[in-house]
């Protein structure tokens, strides 16, 4: 009875462990959680309650702007590259996804060979003939230890990180394409400072030269004017030059020429309605971003990757079956009594091979360590672009708060200049002095509300196109 009782919980064994193995292996390690290796939140003055979710359509709402990123996505070359490259591996993920399924192959095959009378084995030259028709399964790998399966899986989070850099390239060309935008539109209305300044002082280097030749001016006040109307007509040639650099670089991120109809003609306080971006985000907000969602997947992949490296210490098992007709006369092929099969299963078991699989799987190790560092110095890099944007958007804000002051300030010096001048108080060394310092006021208050609008425009992008963005991905 004891001995009954032990060989049946040997059976019992012996189906539990076939049924392990043939129900497959995994040999990949399981990511665990990982700490991020950044504060938990960026200085904050907003509550969390306020973060909306944001897409380019909301965040850049000028029709023109709009239309140009629109054009952008459809026709720039790199994003074209960037769908190319995930219609490639999604290809190659089907690829390695088929190889956990059989493949069924019909195979049609007939040969003729004529035989020499001491070869025919009737003392007779003959002829034989040979006709066969199958249909089987050709080296179907049996996943017992889930090496199949693991490469599928490195496959499929591949192409996940792929999809996920299509998806970065994408927010890039945006950011990058409303800066140019921004950068035509403050090149040009420095432009026209530039022409209305020089057309300003033409007219008192004209009335300054009459009463020259009068005798009513001196000669140093002329000469000051007309170095004065020298110095716009070089920052006219420069921002003509810039401006069109500026259209050049549209027309390279739209990927064809840009009409003008779509650029702007708007002061820069009023051409970007770009929404509040909140603070006091979530550290976690990062792991969002599609660049690091992309280092997360490959990650992901190469842990399936040591898996893939740790089944080829295990046998694997292979099988070929076919079955069909087979005749030598073509006509009986389909016959009654014609039938054939095969079934050829093999087995490999690796024994010694100097030291190749454990070199293979020091490797997969090595990689996923490196993309494990990776990942992280990813998170790091965002949380400084993050704080470095949140940075420049409060300084630049107080910076053109003084600007503006200080244009004020500027502006009524040079008022009480010239009116002093009229007056005779004061010499016109003193009116252009006053005037020139105006001008170099307006340029910086000009500059300074692109800063700000870059520093807006840059955040957009660094916190991945939005406060709670999430990206869908479908196997």
């Known amino acids: 009875m004891n001995i009954k009782k032990r060989n049946s919980k040997k059976v019992l064994s012996l189906s539990a462990i076939t049924l392990i193995v043939l129900s497959g292996c995994q040999l990949a390690p399981q990511q665990q959680k990982i700490d991020l290796p950044v504060p938990n939140a960026y200085s904050s003055d907003l509550p969390q309650e306020q973060v909306v979710p944001l897409k380019w359509q909301q965040f850049f ?7 140009l990123i629109a054009q952008s996505l459809e026709h720039n070359k790199n994003m074209q590259i960037a769908l190319l490259n995930v219609q490639r591996v999604r290809g190659l993920y089907q690829i390695e996804d088929s190889a956990l399924y059989p493949s069924f192959d019909i195979n049609g095959s007939g040969s003729r060979q004529q035989l020499p009378a001491d070869l025919s084995g009737t003392g007779n030259a003959r002829i034989n003939s ?9 080296s179907y790998e049996l996943d017992l230890w889930g090496k199949v399966r693991n490469q599928s899986e490195q496959a499929l989070q591949t192409l996940y990180s792929t999809e996920l850099s299509q998806y970065s390239t994408q927010i890039s060309l945006v950011a990058e394409l409303a800066n140019a935008w921004l950068n035509f539109a403050t090149d040009q209305q420095l432009l026209t400072l530039a022409q209305e300044t020089l057309t300003s002082q033409q007219e008192s280097l004209s009335l300054t030269q009459k009463s020259f030749d009068l005798g009513a001016a001196s000669k140093i006040t002329l000469e000051q004017l007309k170095s004065t109307v020298a110095a716009a007509k070089v920052d006219i040639a420069t921002y003509k030059r810039l401006v069109k650099r500026d259209k050049n670089a549209l027309n390279l991120l739209v990927g064809k020429p840009v009409s003008n109809d779509l650029l702007p003609n708007k002061s820069l306080n009023s051409l970007l309605n770009l929404p509040a971006v909140p603070v006091g985000l979530p550290s976690e907000l990062l792991t969002q971003r599609p660049d690091i969602k992309a280092a997360e997947h490959q990650l992901l992949a190469a842990n399936a990757n040591i898996g893939v490296a740790r089944a080829a210490f295990y046998p694997s098992i292979s099988l070929t079956a076919n079955a069909g007709s087979a005749s030598s006369d073509l006509g009986n092929l389909f016959n009654s009594g014609s039938g054939t099969w095969s079934f050829v299963p093999s ?15 020091d490797v997969a190790q090595a990689d996923q360590q490196i993309a494990l560092m990776t990942y ?3 998170i790091q890099q965002a949380f400084r672009e993050v704080a470095d944007a949140l940075a420049d958007r409060e300084g630049y804000q107080e910076q053109l708060t003084a600007l503006n002051i200080l244009l004020q300030s500027r502006q009524s010096t040079f008022d009480l200049s010239k009116a002093r001048y009229d007056n005779g108080v004061d010499s016109y060394l003193q009116v252009l002095d006053a005037q020139r310092t105006w ?9 300074g509300q692109q800063a700000l609008l870059a520093s807006q425009i840059s955040l957009y992008k660094v916190l991945g196109g939005g406060w709670e963005q999430s990206v869908k991905l479908a196997k």
């Open 61 to 67: 709402s000028d029709e023109k702007l709009q239309t």
């Open 130 to 138: 040979q006709y066969s028709a199958t249909v089987g399964i050709t």
């Open 347 to 361: 087995v490999s078991l690796p024994i010694f091979n100097m030291g190749r699989n454990q070199a293979r799987l």
């Open 376 to 378: 992280q110095q990813k």
């Open 439 to 447: 001008y170099s006021a307006q340029q910086q208050q000009i500059s």
